[in-house]
């Protein structure tokens, strides 16, 4: 029997894009309203035996998330603004990648690390030091959250990644696709990227009081070494409570992260939950062309199909 696939993706500009068994789909509404459908098949690397390995597998959906995030976002704005840009190399999107893993650990793992040390004769406990430091952590990120939510670009970004929610969430209760009943649903899910970075922050303060307060040198470096394997033990963690969100323990653990995603996600106009929805079936067809017609036989429109470009994406 085949494993039971999790649909995932994230919002995009004016878009959302959905990460299907087989491809990549990306639906974008363009300035005149239709709205453009691409699919691309998904390289070996994303749906490969890395992807079934408990641990490794958190460590290739991050990858996963950050590269053919990137992909998507670039190819949304071109869309969405009706420009035409050359395609980007490889060595372009891991300096990408690269700079924008920089960034985010030196704002959320060392900025936190260096602010806690100034209140260090205070916190003589390894525990209550790494404690203060995730809450530093977690301020920042609320902080940041907050900030970025108050521009009006992201919040349209926001009320796609809500439409991306609703329409998984209809999909997963087995709901006919359409936005009038697919608007019913929660904005919130439990395998959202939101609630992945808040279990990173939680399981650091967890890994770093382990190493108690060395001296600061291999402080930094576990900051920075140590996060794939947080990055790992947080999917792990947040595949369990996707498979398990009836267990009242299960509930009260992911409760924080879903309260979060009331930061990045807005309720969304019927027009963009119709381009969530295109774009999950878009990737349903890749996956089961006959099972996609028969639960949805008007065909999908499709502007672009491009070949060459697992199990649980976090959406």
Known sequence: MAQKFYYGGQAIIEGVMIR???SLVSAVRRPK???VVESRRLPKIYTGKLRQLPFVRGIVVLLEAMVLGIQALMHSADVALEEESEEISPWMMWGLVGVSTV?????????PLFVTRIFDQWLESAILFNI??????LLLFVIYLKLIGRMADIRRVFAYHGAEHQTI??????????PTLVRDFSTAHTRCGTSFLLAVMVIAIAVFSLLGKPELWLMVSSRILLLPVIAALSYEFTRFAAGHGGNAVVRFLTRPGMWLQSMTTRQPELAQLEVGIAALKRALVDDDPALAAELYP???ETAADD???GDEPLT
């Open 33 to 35: 309203g239709d709205i």
């Open 132 to 137: 203060v430091e995730g809450l530093i952590r």
């Open 103 to 111: 960034v985010s650990i030196a704002i959320f793992f060392l900025t």
């Open 307 to 309: 070949a060459p470009q």
């Open 20 to 22: 299907g068994r087989k």
């Open 298 to 300: 008007t065909p999908v």
């Open 169 to 178: 969430n209809a999909f997963e209760h087995g709901v006919k696709l359409e």
